[in-house]
């Protein structure tokens, strides 16, 4: 379900500043803060290579730990995982 609607509300959307959910060990759920989007800076491997992706959001984890993610692998806190 796209991020600026759900539920016929606005949602916020995935950037800077956003607190946002990502799902790890493909079942628990963390929380954090985005705070750097890599989007322009970290653009497609020219070799395409598979050993060491780079994902585009840092976000600063509730317990102090710093990820990096692509889109697809977090939301926005208050949504629901499909």
């Excluded at 509300?9 to 956003?18: H, L, N, R």
């Excluded at 493909?26 to 890599?38: A, H, K, N, S, W």
């Excluded at 600063?60 to 977090?74: Q, S």
Aim: aromatic share 8%; charged share 25%.
């Amino acid at each position: 379900m796209p991020d600026e609607v759900m539920n016929g509300a606005s949602a916020p959307s995935i950037a800077v500043g956003a607190y946002v959910q990502i799902r790890c060990d493909g079942e628990r759920l963390v929380c954090g803060v985005i705070v750097e989007d890599f989007a322009i800076s970290n653009p497609a491997d020219p070799h395409d290579r598979k050993w060491a992706p780079v994902g585009r959001w840092a976000v600063a984890l509730d317990d102090g730990r710093l990820v990096f993610v692509d889109t697809e692998n977090l939301v926005t806190a208050h949504a629901e995982w499909p």
